[in-house]
T-cell receptor, first 113, second 114 residues
Framework: GAGVSQSPSNKVTEKGKDVELRCDPI?????LYWYRQSLGQGLEFLIY????????KSGLPSDRFSAERTGGSVSTLTIQRTQQEDSAVYLC???????????FGPGTRLLVL | AQSVTQLGSHVSVSEGALVLLRCNYS??????LFWYVQYPNQGLQLLLK??????LVKGINGFEAEFKKSETSFHLTKPSAHMSDAAEYFC????????????FGSGTQLTVLP
């Protein structure tokens, strides 16, 4: 079946602009995660959605970052007033409820000029 | 709280040689442990996972890892390296009993020499 998909695959933006990154999880997966992969910080957790529960936002680096998950499926990660240090690969993953394997999408490579 | 340490950011082996990638973890609760592989310009792919069943875990592509609680280790091995194994490998930990976020190590880039 289809895996986790993310769009766009690449995004170049200017400092100060807002960007939206999209994640389509595997159908039926109730848990959705966003991670960021950057040269300086490695792979770091950003936010976690589980069903209808309030999301775990403990990994968001600043209030410029936000995410939503509509209808328990598609998720959008929004970065407002982008900064150069936001340049990274943003990875989305999904899993079934419980301690199940997280399946990762191919990522969105964001470059802030 | 949990953390993961991967010893060696770069490892080179000859084709056909043993692959050993080291991972040590720290966790305040019984952990679940994972190894993921990332090929260039691709997402992460699960190699294997430990979830408190057998301590020796076999994964895809001939890889295996052994959970050693006394050593807080979860090293990844493969008896004979293949050129196609060249990639970056990440060890990760999550608290047992729930689908929670993964905490990743810094990664090990594996190079396979002909």
């Amino acid at each position: 079946g289809a895996g986790v998909s993310q769009s766009p695959s690449n995004k170049v933006t200017e400092k100060g602009k807002d960007v939206e990154l999209r994640c389509d999880p595997i159908s039926g997966h109730t848990a959705l995660y966003w991670y960021r992969q950057s040269l300086g910080q490695g792979l770091e957790f950003l936010i976690y959605f589980q069903g209808n529960s309030a999301p775990d936002k403990s990994g968001l680096p600043s209030d410029r970052f936000s995410a939503e998950r509509t209808g328990g499926s598609v998720s959008t990660l929004t970065i407002q007033r982008t900064q150069q240090e936001d340049s990274a690969v943003y990875l989305c993953a999904s899993s079934l409820a419980g301690p199940e394997t997280q399946y990762f999408g191919p990522g969105t490579r964001l470059l802030v000029l | 709280a949990q953390s993961v340490t991967q010893l060696g950011s770069h490892v080179s082996v000859s084709e056909g040689a043993l692959v050993l990638l080291r991972c040590n973890y720290s966790s305040s609760v019984p952990p679940y442990l994972f190894w993921y592989v990332q090929y260039p310009n691709q997402g992460l792919q699960l190699l294997l996972k430990y979830t408190s069943a057998a301590t020796l875990v076999k994964g895809i592509n001939g890889f295996e890892a052994e959970f050693k609680k006394s050593e807080t280790s979860f090293h990844l091995t493969k008896p004979s390296a293949h050129m196609s194994d060249a990639a970056e490998y990440f060890c990760a930990v999550s608290p047992s009993g729930s689908a929670r976020q993964l905490t990743f190590g810094s990664g090990t880039q594996l190079t396979v020499l002909p």
